[in-house]
């Protein structure tokens, strides 16, 4: 009996197996303009695989959904390729990503259905909202509009929005004091989920080694010697808190940049991901010994 029951079980998919089977090739980053899932020729791929001894000649439309926030962003189906794609029998067809865009190349906004989101919070170079998504793909037997013979849909994926991270301590211009002093920073997201994935690499330049520098190329040219650079995972950096940061000098300026990155490549950021190059001094400021002199040496005068 227990035989019998397994064989049952087994038999399902292979009677149940439609006649062709669409894999979606498809990987991180995913876009977040939903055009570029339509358009953009260098996104995925796709097999084909025909399951039956028959030559079968399709077309395929695709729509991205969401699963939760009621976004649907597809074709409509009078978009179908001049060309069809013709699979042989028990054969297998790939199509890289310039092959795929030749499918819409005339495609505009008017050939896609946009379900779920406010019209006036989207154009045709429209970001999605964020939720979790997949993408599918939908095979048509290219002699009847109306046969939908399989559909293939990427595992589900996130898109978060983050705006650009916020450094809170030291503040601008700081005079800090101790060797050992606390950087702290709002990545500025709000789901907690995400928030708790994130990554941070902190970058810090002793400025009066590098004066007239302009602070936004100083940053990113890589043979400015940092006083620091490394990935954290917490929202916080203890400076030279075990002893092991280079000590800084007296009277120097320092500037300060946090960049937030998502290793699951889900969440963008403004400024991607980094935050305002922030300045401070240690020790003490020397334009603030600069002004009192004035005023010493008047009242020196009088003597």
């Given at each position: 009996m227990g035989f019998i029951l397994a064989l049952i079980i087994l038999s399902f998919p292979i009677m149940g197996q439609r006649p062709i089977e669409v894999i979606i090739n498809f990987t991180p980053p995913y876009p977040r303009e939903f055009t570029a899932y339509f358009n953009n020729p260098q996104a995925y791929s796709i097999t084909a695989i025909n399951h039956t001894e028959q030559e079968v000649t399709v077309y395929f439309l695709?729509?991205?959904?969401?699963?939760?926030?009621?976004?649907?962003?597809?074709?409509?189906?009078?978009?179908?390729?001049d060309i069809p794609v013709t699979i042989p029998p028990l054969g297998v067809v790939n199509l890289n990503g310039e092959e795929i865009a030749g499918l819409y190349n005339d495609a505009t906004s008017d050939d896609l259905e946009i379900i779920?989101?406010?019209?006036?919070e989207l154009n045709v170079n429209g970001m999605l909202p964020e939720g979790e998504y997949v993408w599918c793909i939908n095979a048509y037997e290219f002699n009847n509009n109306n046969l939908p013979l399989s559909s293939g849909c990427t595992m589900p994926f996130s898109i978060y929005y983050g705006d650009q991270l916020n450094i809170i301590t030291p503040y601008e211009d700081e005079v800090v004091t101790n060797d050992v002093?606390?950087?702290?920073w709002d990545p500025v997201i709000s789901d907690p989920t995400k928030r708790d994935q994130l990554e941070y690499e902190i970058k810090i330049i002793d400025l009066t080694e590098y004066p007239q520098s302009d602070l936004d190329l100083l940053f990113l040219d890589g043979s400015a010697q940092a006083l620091l650079d490394k990935v954290v995972y917490d929202e916080t950096y203890i400076y030279n808190n075990d002893g092991?940061?280079?000590d800084m000098i007296d009277g120097h300026q320092y500037g300060l940049r946090i960049r937030a990155v998502d290793p699951f490549n889900e969440v963008q950021f403004g400024n991607n991901g980094y935050s305002e190059i922030r300045t401070f001094w240690f020790g003490f400021n020397p334009n603030d010994n600069e002004e009192e002199e004035p005023a010493s040496n008047a009242v020196s005068g009088l003597f």
């Open positions: 695709g729509e991205i959904r969401g699963t939760s926030n009621g976004v649907l962003i597809r074709t409509l189906p009078s978009l179908r390729a779920g989101i406010p019209p006036q002093f606390t950087i702290f092991s940061d280079w």
